[in-house]
């Protein structure tokens, strides 16, 4: 199994300094500062692929459902791999904890801030937050993932959470 995880710390910190709108419009000039691709800007859900080693280097931006596609309509996020997607072979789970251990070890050297939250189930995963986003890693049972969040949306996502856990 491969992983990527220069790049993806690159990404991160690249994330960490962009003046964020959190819109489509953000895209061309965030992935070019990341050496990533990006096409169908003017369509419903444009296309990322992502310069990491790996065998899905493909990034989804997710979106609000919406009929439109101005380049001002909203993002929520932006998931990718860090590591290869392994689906033929059982107990990864060493591999990926080393790949998740050395990129979120990684991501600590190049912000010196420590996670504000953490979880271990249904997966393992670190969350920061910084001023204009949140970056999660977070590993699977295949591939360990990183998602570049709008704050925004990752407040309404923590208080769905919390009004589930109130009930």
Request: hydrophobic fraction near 40%; charge should be negative; include cysteine.
């Amino acid at each position: 199994m491969r992983a990527d995880i220069e790049r993806a710390a690159q990404a991160v910190r690249v994330a960490t300094e962009f003046d964020w709108t959190w819109t489509v419009k953000d895209l061309q000039p965030f992935c070019g500062r990341v050496g990533w691709q990006v096409s169908g800007l003017d369509e419903q859900f444009p296309a990322v692929t992502t310069n990491l080693e790996v065998n899905r280097p493909d990034a989804v931006v997710f979106m609000p459902e919406a009929p439109t596609t101005e380049l001002s309509r909203q993002t929520n996020q932006i998931s990718f791999r860090a590591s290869d997607v392994v689906l033929d072979r059982d107990n990864l789970g060493p591999e990926l904890d080393e790949v998740f251990d050395a990129l979120v070890q990684r991501m600590f050297e190049l912000h010196g801030q420590r996670p504000t939250d953490w979880w271990i189930e249904p997966t393992r995963g670190l969350r920061w937050d910084f001023r204009a986003l949140v970056v999660t890693a977070t590993i699977s049972a295949t591939s360990v993932y990183v998602d570049l969040v709008s704050p925004a949306y990752q407040r309404w996502h923590d208080e769905l959470e919390q009004n589930a856990d109130d009930e």
